[in-house]
């Protein structure tokens, strides 16, 4: 079985005076957003990994079945919100998809697309790929929890340094969404990718 992590435990430093997990995208929040994909795709358990402003987001996502995990060290960087996600597994889990808060443009038949082609191939890294470029989510088999654990907080490679070293363990899956190449970073990023979401929710509105 695969679990999925959402990493959403920074600071968003770079959208401040923002805070990127509660921002609107179309009908929801971004961090809502997020795990309505994800709750609606293969993944057998989700597990949201909080820190900044932690007691702010748990009541967005009250109800929606997830499981949360607080990386009390957010501040010391991804990785080790990568880590506080993993030491969550259970004993029946293979392999990991580690999705970001920074994208909620990423849809539930991506996901599922990522999660068949881990199962039909027999490589341990699943990357997505968009013209040839890597892109996130990805998926690690849990062959490889204990290698991360020991990488160095500290790193500033952190789990690229990793990934790259299991280039021969790679499955690269070419996708048709581009998103897996964008994330929210900064004021303008959030500008231009919540614009394409607004269209499509106003014309559900009046097209039912």
């Known amino acids: 079985m695969i679990s999925g992590i959402l990493l959403a435990a920074g600071e968003s430093k770079r959208m401040q005076p923002a805070f990127k997990p509660l921002l609107k995208w179309g009908k929801r ?5 997020c795990v309505h994909q994800m709750r609606n ?3 057998a358990d989700i ?12 009541p967005v996502l009250a109800g929606t079945g997830v499981q949360f995990v607080v990386n009390e060290e957010y501040s010391n960087g991804m ?6 996600g993993l030491s969550m ?4 889990t293979d392999a990991v ?7 909620p443009m990423i ?6 697309k990522l999660i068949g082609a881990y199962g039909d191939g027999s490589k341990g890294i699943v990357i997505p790929t968009f013209n040839g470029k890597h892109g996130h989510p990805i998926i690690v088999s849990v062959s490889y929890v204990e290698e991360i654990m020991q990488l160095d907080d500290d790193s500033p490679e952190g789990l690229r340094a990793f990934i790259n070293a299991h280039k021969s363990d790679w499955l690269e899956v070419p996708v048709e969404n581009a998103g897996i190449l964008e994330d929210l970073d900064t004021p303008e990023d959030y500008a231009r990718l919540s614009k394409q979401v ?7 509105k009046w097209h039912p």
Do not use: C, M, W
């Open 29 to 33: 929040t971004v961090i809502s957003e």
């Open 41 to 43: 795709s293969q993944l």
């Open 47 to 58: 597990f949201v990994v909080l820190g900044h402003r932690e007691s702010e987001v748990r």
């Open 79 to 84: 990785l080790t919100s990568v880590k506080t």
């Open 89 to 92: 597994l259970g004993p029946n």
């Open 97 to 103: 998809l580690i999705a970001l808060v920074d994208q």
């Open 107 to 112: 849809k539930t038949d991506l996901f599922n």
């Open 198 to 204: 607004e269209p499509l929710y106003e014309h559900h």
